[in-house]
T-cell receptor, first 112, second 109 residues
Framework: IAGITQAPTSQILAAGRRMTLRCTQDMRHNAMYWYRQDLGLGLRLIHY???????GKGEVPDGYSVSRANTDDFPLTLASAVPSQTSVYFC???????????FGDGTRLSIL | GQNIDQPTEMTATEGAIVQINCTYQ??????LFWYQQHAGEAPTFLSYNVLDGLEEKGRFSSFLSRSKGYSYLLLKELQMKDSASYLC??????????WGAGTKLIIKP
């Protein structure tokens, strides 16, 4: 079934550790996005990529980095995790900038 | 700044009709999206409006007034499975989505 796969589903991490959240899509979508979702707030864009080889900063990029080596994969890395990065992280993709975004099932990350 | 406002929570009865409002102030406008998100799950796309007027899709309809910075999602013949959060999102001049915090809809029998 075509879609977006995120891994891991959930993770508990000690502060200061490095963590990479994985995201893979098989829809050949050009654009991919990373969001965080916190209680009482809307989804906030962390980083995005309009096409393979390019990335851009969203609303809340500090403490996160991404890469887009190919069309399918868009990993998100926390270089040194802090408790304020405890959140649910969603990866999404779309076929174009004004097309609907399709979401993965999310990664629930707790930083202790 | 950019802002999307929608009610935090609404309650409705099974079989009834409910309207969820969304008002927005953004730098530019390239369309408005509605998504449904069940608890613990990913958001799923419901509708897209870029021109003024009503878009109907089965039991769900979405309306847009660009001059008023206003949209609503209308759900008819409510079913228990419609209990979810409904997210309003506006695409700004940079083609980035600005998201509201969502409206939690509770359906009672």
């Amino acid at each position: 079934i075509a879609g977006i796969t995120q891994a891991p589903t959930s993770q508990i991490l000690a502060a200061g550790r490095r963590m990479t959240l994985r995201c893979t899509q098989d829809m050949r979508h050009n654009a991919m996005y990373w969001y965080r979702q916190d209680l009482g707030l809307g989804l906030r864009l962390i980083h995005y990529s309009n096409t393979a080889g390019t990335t851009g900063k969203g609303e809340v990029p500090d403490g996160y980095s991404v890469s887009r080596a190919n069309t399918d994969d868009f990993p998100l890395t926390l270089a040194s995790a802090v408790p304020s990065q405890t959140s649910v992280y969603f990866c999404a993709s779309s076929s174009g900038s004004n097309q609907p975004q399709h979401f993965g099932d999310g990664t629930r990350l707790s930083i202790l | 700044g950019q802002n999307i406002d929608q009610p935090t929570e609404m309650t409705a009865t099974e079989g009834a009709i409910v309207q969820i409002n969304c008002t927005y102030q953004t730098s530019g406008f390239n369309g408005l999206f509605w998504y449904q998100q069940h608890a613990g799950e990913a958001p799923t796309f419901l509708s897209y409006n870029v021109l003024d007027g009503l878009e109907e899709k089965g039991r769900f309809s979405s309306f847009l007034s660009r001059s008023k910075g206003y949209s609503y999602l209308l759900l008819k013949e409510l079913q228990m499975k419609d209990s979810a959060s409904y997210l309003c999102a506006v695409m700004d001049s940079n083609y980035q989505l600005i998201w509201g915090a969502g409206t939690k809809l509770i359906i009672k029998p």
